[in-house]
């Protein structure tokens, strides 16, 4: 009896709650389907960017189906980086998901790291020690086969090397102090060091890094050129003048990380007590203009980028400065704000970019009639270089005519003007 109780009572209805329950779960499973549906076609039906501006880099397209592709598992893992990063909405879900995880307490973002005062800093290099003595190497063979010129290096610390007192508490962040002083070191006899860390850090409580880009401010680039303008025999320096041409930067790191709460200010400096005209010369577009300044980027993402349009594989600077004088600068991004501040003292300016430059350098030495060449990096950039040494190991030393030092500039109508060479630079004010 107690048995066919127990039966009966074993078979009781489900109560309305529980049947309520199934009823909900049901409907968030079918929901979140239909979701992932319609996700699914509207990532297949959007056309994919091959560029993110936001993120200033290019996009994974989709993977070509190959047989070998799939066997490998080569095509399933590229395929996963297409849809991530044609994903629908991809910038607006990065900055919700970032605003959820740092309210839970999570202080690194897709390598970036988040420190006090809305400091951003970036993910330091691990030097590879192979390709660091290949280009240290490269580099000593390079001033043995032109013994004539002054050379100097300046490397240039990242953020969090400089502004310690911002990073959050434990973070782990390299000596790149060390780094540096390990990469220079076999270099030290045949080049001029100058002193970019010390120099930033007497002034780490000031505007020297971007908050939310990997490079430093023309600020920081001007405290380090005012140190090193006597090593370069550089003297009576002249003043500058500050224009603030944008407050609404927000740079690698912010759209990196999806952390998108502060914005920069970026600066520029015109050498207003000297009356030195320049032209700059693009040889990659054929382009030739009376300002470093690139006023335009200004409208795009990149304001960083105001600074030349960004980099080049070559570009010359000729100026009135008449003073003997020309640069070599091999050089990352990190050249591109402390440029400004040299212009008054030398007759040309040679920028290299060995990421994209493949003629002769040593042809260019001689070309220009080159006296000093400088090394200028970020050290995130140089302790992983794999293109410097290629660029130096490929040089001749083929002697060519320089080439005529009249500065012009181009007007609307096609004639020249020697008085319109700062015309262009008077924009940003």
Not at 158 to 179: F, H, I, S
Not at 189 to 200: E, K, N, P, T, Y
Not at 304 to 317: A, D, K, Q
Not at 382 to 407: F, I, R
């Amino acid at each position: 009896m107690e048995k066919n109780k127990r039966k009966k009572k074993g078979r009781r209805k489900p109560s309305r709650y529980s049947i309520l329950k199934k009823r909900h779960h049901l409907l968030l499973m079918k929901g979140a389907a239909a979701i992932a549906v319609i996700v699914f076609v509207v990532n297949l039906v959007t056309p994919a960017r091959t560029f993110s501006e936001n993120e200033n880099r290019n996009l994974a397209l989709r993977p070509a189906f190959s047989i070998s592709a799939l066997a490998d598992g080569s095509f399933f893992s590229d395929y996963t980086t297409y849809f991530a990063d044609q994903f629908f909405l991809r910038d607006a879900w990065t900055t919700l998901n970032f605003k959820a995880q740092y309210a839970a307490g999570k202080r690194v973002f897709s390598g970036v790291t988040v420190g006090s005062s809305g400091q951003l800093f970036g993910e330091q290099t691990v030097p590879d020690e192979e390709a660091n003595t290949r280009t240290q190497e490269a580099i000593l063979s390079f001033c043995e086969d032109h013994p004539d010129i002054n050379y100097y290096m300046l490397v240039a610390p990242d953020a969090a090397e400089v502004l310690t007192d911002l990073l959050p508490k434990n973070a782990q962040m390299r000596d790149q102090g060390a780094d540096i002083a390990a990469f220079e070191e076999p270099l030290a006899g045949r080049i001029q060091m100058l002193d970019a860390l010390s120099v930033l850090k007497e002034h780490s409580e000031e505007y020297i890094y971007y908050k939310t880009d990997h490079h430093w401010t023309s600020l920081g680039a001007k405290y380090v050129f005012d140190e090193a303008a006597s090593t370069l025999g550089i003297e009576n320096t002249v003043s500058y003048t500050e224009y603030w041409v944008s407050d609404s930067f927000k740079g690698t790191l912010s759209s990196r990380s999806g952390d998108q709460r502060e914005t920069d200010s970026v600066a520029v400096y015109d050498p207003s007590s000297s009356d030195v005209r320049y032209v700059v010369n693009y040889p990659d577009s054929g382009t030739k203009k009376a300002t470093i300044f690139e006023t335009s980027a200004l409208e795009a993402k990149d304001h960083y980028t105001v600074f030349f349009g960004g980099n080049h594989p070559l570009v010359e600077i000729s100026t009135t400065a008449n003073n003997g004088r020309s640069i070599l600068i091999f050089k990352d991004s990190y050249a591109n704000s402390f440029i400004q501040f040299l212009i008054p003292y030398y007759d040309r300016i040679i920028l290299v970019d060995p990421r994209y430059y493949y003629d002769d350098v040593g042809t260019a030495l001689n070309t220009y009639g080159i006296s000093d060449v400088m090394f200028l990096y970020s050290a995130d950039t140089l302790l992983s270089d794999t293109v410097l040494a290629d660029t130096l190991e490929a040089s001749g030393s083929t002697p060519e005519e320089a080439p005529d030092t009249e500065v012009v500039t181009e007007d609307n109508s096609g004639e020249t003007s020697d008085e319109e060479n700062t015309e262009d630079m008077d924009s940003v004010e």
